[in-house]
């Protein structure tokens, strides 16, 4: 089946690493994304990962998968209050002939001072 | 800013109205992608037009229905509606077909009463 899970709320203190997990069913997946969503606006494409990659990295940004396990998992380093939103985690799943995004629940990450 | 557009922001209707959500993806992008996001049900996707032609259907329920105009401009069309379809609607846009880079929208945030 196809399910991606995260764990719903994280808080961290700006300035300290944020680490956010989502795990995935679909081992067919070739893409898996990360989003971002602010208070009353839509879906940021953060960053996404190809499947036969291990890391990337993108500024203060570094995504890990480990395809044995399913996990993935988005590092903001020096997080800051601007980086407060809710974090989407999405594999493209492939069913019927086509590509669709599966949507895991969200993560909402809340950082104090 | 995605460069996709939606129309309305708000929308704000009774239970058995018909409304229209409009879309206009990113210049250049040939598909489009409806999702509907709700407490209960999460990020879901809807259905899928590329230039012009539906080309998959995920959780759409039969009162909705959706087309996509020669400008690439696409509507959503939902019917009969009841409580249970207030929700955050999304559009997105990619360039090809297969989907794996999807820019979202603003989304139009419907209430049913």
């Known amino acids: 089946g196809e399910d991606v899970e995260q764990s719903l709320f994280l808080s961290v203190r700006e300035g300290d690493s944020s680490v956010i997990n989502c795990t995935y069913t679909?081992?067919?997946?070739?893409?898996l994304y990360w989003y971002k969503q602010e208070p009353g606006a839509g879906l940021q494409l953060l960053t996404y990962?190809?499947?036969?990659?291990d890391m990337k990295q993108d500024q203060r940004l570094t995504v890990l998968l480990n395809k044995k396990d399913k996990h993935l998992s988005l590092r903001i380093a020096d997080t800051q209050t601007g980086d407060s939103a809710i974090y989407f985690c999405a594999e493209i799943g492939f069913s019927g002939g086509y590509n669709k995004l599966i949507f895991g629940a969200g993560t909402r990450l809340a950082v104090h001072p | 800013d995605s460069g996709v557009t939606q129309t309305p922001k708000h929308l704000i209707t009774a239970t058995g109205q018909r409304v229209t959500l409009r879309c206009s993806p990113r210049s250049g992008d040939l598909s489009v992608y409806w999702y509907q996001q709700s407490l209960d049900q999460g990020l879901q996707f809807l259905i899928q037009?590329?230039?012009?032609?539906?080309?998959a259907k995920g959780n759409i329920l039969e009162r909705f229905s959706a087309q996509q105009f020669p400008d690439l401009h696409s509507e959503l069309n939902l019917s009969s509606l009841e409580l249970g379809d207030s929700a955050l609607y999304f559009c997105?846009?990619?360039?090809?077909?297969?989907?794996?880079?999807?820019?979202f929208g603003p989304g139009t945030r419907l209430t049913v009463t």
């Open positions: 037009y590329y230039n012009g032609e539906e080309r």
């Open positions: 679909d081992s067919s997946s070739t893409y």
């Open positions: 997105a846009s990619s360039v090809r077909d297969r989907g794996f880079e999807q820019y």
């Open positions: 990962i190809f499947s036969n990659m």
